[in-house]
């Protein structure tokens, strides 16, 4: 597969040009002004263009453009993109409101997909599995969060842009399509959003009705010396507990440590732990990871598979983010239209 990458940057290098490697497929082609050498380095025979125009003049030569520019450049990148026929992948969010989504879920015409990567992680997939084999019961909460500890945050435009930057449009948009996957449409929001390091929203945290019932926490915060436990899923018949993720520091890494002391040769790897008051027996985990979306992102592009992520679903999670800034605005439960 034949890669065009649009911005070379924390995302475009440091997550997708990783991935596409991880895949076995080649970035070709990369728009950046300031990173041509990066490219040389990582691809020595990768074209390096300036502009997004000069990118889709080489159309001819791509089997799928990624846009993984800053978020509020997404929706005029990947309309560029879709009108020159190619295959596109578009970093979360889609875009930053619903209105623009729903823009450039329109033009997709079959050719347009989402990085929703986070639905093959393994917490996800095993958790999904604890559903259906009914191991939860009737679930009545799903809590994720998705906390750090960064008090001296970085100077970039994640940070900086309070239209399309913050957490509540990054790490919120994985929370959200997390829970909606899992549990359905929200039908209702509260959110209380607030920036106390960033001008950009660094402190998020959305609760959502779901259709079936279930009410969703979600939080992301750069400013969480003791990050609580990563998933906690309650039902009827006990609860799910991730305590950690991606190396992050939690005070709730004692569960794991204890469980890696005392596991026996043979005995699988854990993804959390499946909790009934005092007793806990781990989870195994399943195979795979959150770049397997780029095997499934392929054999979309083939012909050989389904389009990994729906383009409705990323209109979806932006309805949403706009309810939450809805929400904080106002103090208050928005409704769902």
Known sequence: ???????????????????????????????????GEQVRGDWPDAVVVPDVEA??????????????SP?????????AALASGVHVLVDKPLATTTADAERVAAAGDGRLTVFQNRRWDPEQLA???????????????????WERYRPQPQDRWKENDVEAGGLLLDLGAHLVDS??????????????????????FDDVFLALTHAGGVISHLQAGGLVGAPGPRTRVLGSGGAYLVTSYEGE???????????????????PEHEGWL???????????PSGGHGD???????????????????????????????????????QVVTAG
């Open 1 to 35: 597969m034949r890669v065009g990458l649009i911005g070379y940057g924390g995302a475009g290098r440091g997550i997708h040009a990783r991935l596409v490697r991880a895949a076995g497929q080649q970035v070709t082609h990369v728009v950046t002004r300031s990173r």
């Open 55 to 68: 990118l889709l003049a080489h159309a001819d030569r791509l089997d799928l453009v990624v846009v993984a």
């Open 71 to 79: 978020t509020g450049d997404h929706v005029e990148h990947a309309l």
């Open 127 to 145: 958790l999904a599995g604890l559903l259906r084999d009914g191991s939860l019961g009737t679930v009545h909460r799903f809590e994720r969060r």
């Open 179 to 200: 829970a909606v996957q899992l549990f359905g449409p929200a039908t209702s929001v509260y959110a209380e959003l607030r920036a106390l390091t960033t001008p950009a």
């Open 249 to 267: 520091p939690t005070p709730f890494a004692a569960f794991d440590d204890a469980y890696a002391e005392t596991r026996r040769p043979g005995e």
């Open 275 to 285: 909790v009934q008051g005092s007793d806990r027996r781990p989870v195994p985990a």
């Open 293 to 331: 979306i780029y095997p499934a992102v392929a054999a979309w592009v083939r012909g050989d598979g389904p389009v990994p992520v729906d383009p409705a679903d990323a209109v979806a999670t932006a309805r949403v983010l706009d309810l939450a800034r809805l929400s904080s605005e106002r103090g």
